[in-house]
Nanobody, 126 residues
Framework: QVQLVESGGGLVQTGDSLRLSCAAS????????MGWFRQAPGKEREFVAH???????YYADSVKGRFTVSRDNAKNTMYLQMNSLKPEDTAVYYC????????????????????WGQGTQVTVSS
């Protein structure tokens, strides 16, 4: 079991930056691949970014070049640096964890993540 808590969301203007954090409980963080997803009102939850246990990163096309996912295993924390924010980035952002030592290739599917945080709201005004 792992508990996840997101923080860092807020209201910003177009072009601004935000850094989200995801703090994980326990001692298994380093053995789990992690992901960020987001859900806008009336839309399905969508993949944003993934970071493997070894630090390999993958991004949705819509955020590639603007967002950067990273992890600090010593702090049991994952980050999402979001630059050049756009109104279409407005959503609730969720962090998620995979099972220990799992390394499936379908990292963009929410079903591959058994553990989820409660979400943090990001609102980008135009």
């Amino acid at each position: 079991q792992v508990q996840l808590v997101e923080s860092g969301g807020g209201l910003v203007q177009t072009g601004d930056s935000l850094r989200l954090s995801c703090a994980a409980s326990g001692r298994t963080f380093s053995s789990r691949a992690m992901g960020w997803f987001r859900q806008a009102p009336g839309k399905e939850r969508e993949f944003v970014a993934h970071i493997s246990r070894s630090g390999g990163t993958y991004y949705a096309d819509s955020v590639k070049g603007r967002f950067t996912v990273s992890r600090d295993n010593a702090k049991n924390t994952m980050y999402l640096q979001m630059n050049s924010l756009k109104p279409e980035d407005t959503a609730v952002y969720y962090c998620a964890a995979q099972r220990e030592y799992y390394s499936g290739s379908n990292y963009a599917s929410p079903g591959q993540y058994p553990y989820w945080g409660q979400g943090t709201q990001v609102t980008v005004s135009s």
